[in-house]
């Protein structure tokens, strides 16, 4: 049995390693090296089946036919993940990927719904296709009245597997499909999206444990290891995505309260002014300091630009010692920059989206200290770790 999740992944894009399908409308299509696996497991146990029923002996016939149904389900999987993509997309929820792994699909939102409905819709729009699905290859099957023979028990195979993956996804359990929409129907009670998270999530943890206690006897009492082997690794993943989605749920509405100018990084020992050599700065400061950033600021302390050891090592060594560091610097107009006033949430998606760990906070045009994500996670860790002081504070609507 394949399942899949959603995340939202605003603290740090890890990218898996696989084969690049190409892409829809924009979000990127993948399958992980880990697909592998479980196509090969799928492909087995259904040529076992396809076989079984009597229509056919296990030849080379029936593993293709094993194989091209093992696709044909992948490809509902995709379709699935394409309902939430396109669902959440047409609701101005940006969508980067979609991949294809071990327990299914899973497609990475750039940010959390904003309201109770989209959440919802976003939720609903998967398990549909996979009815839909479900209900044209059961249908397909029915009318070709071919159920003896190997395209007709496929097509049953696909229909019944479709409408089996839709249930298993509507289970009221966070971070599965059902366990959305209850959360979105909470949410939209209470008006507290943190709550809602937590308990929704809740349900997913005692959703999982069923899934691993299940397991555990079928595979102890009823002596079926690989499936109950499944069942104890499907609840283990559940239950972790379950924790994840909570925990950084709390990360978010700690990074929320955090203010810029909060987490203020002194960086009175990085400012050149410019006409200092790239060799010197090498030497003095990023040799001796271990600095890698430098603000180039004006007499009264606007900025100029940055230059990072990136800059300063591009520079051919025979040109270090005539090249001024202002010819090398990233200018001010092509920077990205943080006020004292945003929130270490905007912050951090920030430098997320740009692919950099740092950004020079500038008030009135002075730089006053760097964002850094370094300090932005220090700083969450502490609130975490006082999370049950803090928490009463911070279960205000949104
Ligand atoms: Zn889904």
Not at 310 to 321: F, G, N, V, W
Request: hydrophobic share 50%; charged share 15%.
């Amino acid at each position: 049995m394949a399942k899949e999740i959603r995340v939202a992944q605003p603290i740090g894009s890890v990218r898996r390693a696989g084969w690049r399908l190409g892409s829809i409308a924009g979000i990127e299509l993948s399958i992980d090296y880990s697909w592998l696996l479980i196509f090969a497991l799928v492909t087995f146990s259904l040529a076992q089946q396809l076989a079984g029923g009597g229509a056919t002996e296990l030849g080379i016939r029936v593993w293709l036919a094993a194989a091209a149904v093992s696709i044909v389900f992948f490809a509902s999987i995709l379709l699935h993940e394409l309902g939430h993509s396109l669902t959440a997309q047409r609701l101005g929820i940006r969508v980067r990927s979609i991949t294809l792994f071990l327990f299914g699909g899973v497609a990475e939102l750039a940010s959390e719904a904003r309201r109770p409905r989209d959440e919802i819709l976003v939720a609903v729009a998967g398990p549909l296709v996979s009815v839909s699905l479900g209900l044209i290859f059961l249908g397909l099957a029915g009318g070709l009245g071919a159920e003896g023979s190997l395209l007709g028990a496929g097509l049953a195979w696909l229909g019944r597997i479709n409408l089996l993956l839709a249930t298993f996804n509507a289970v009221p359990g966070f971070p599965l499909d059902g366990g959305r929409v209850l959360r979105g129907i909470l949410w939209a009670i209470s008006g507290d999206f943190t709550r809602a998270t937590r308990v929704a999530g809740a349900c997913g943890a005692i959703f999982a444990w069923l899934l691993i206690a299940m397991g555990l006897l079928a595979a102890v009492l009823g002596g079926q290891l690989v499936g109950g082997i499944w069942f104890v690794l499907i609840g283990w993943f559940l239950l972790s995505a379950a924790r994840a989605s909570v925990g950084q749920e709390a990360l978010q509405r700690a990074l929320a309260d955090i203010r810029v100018r909060d987490t203020l990084v002194p960086v009175a020992g990085s400012l050149l002014s410019g006409s200092e050599s790239v060799a010197e700065v090498l030497e003095t400061l990023v040799l001796r300091q271990g600095r890698r950033t430098f603000f180039v600021v004006d007499p009264d302390g606007h900025l100029r630009g940055l230059v990072t050891l990136r800059e300063l090592a591009r520079t051919p060594a025979d040109a270090r010692s005539q090249t001024p560091v202002a010819q090398v610097m990233v200018p001010e107009e092509r920077l990205a920059t943080a006020s004292p006033t945003q929130s270490g949430q905007w912050a951090l998606a920030r430098m997320v989206e740009l692919g950099v760990n740092q950004l020079p906070v500038v008030s009135e045009g002075r730089v006053v200290g760097a964002v850094t994500r370094e300090a932005l996670l220090g700083v969450v860790r502490a609130h975490l770790l006082l999370g049950q002081e803090t928490g009463a504070r911070r279960g205000t609507p949104r």
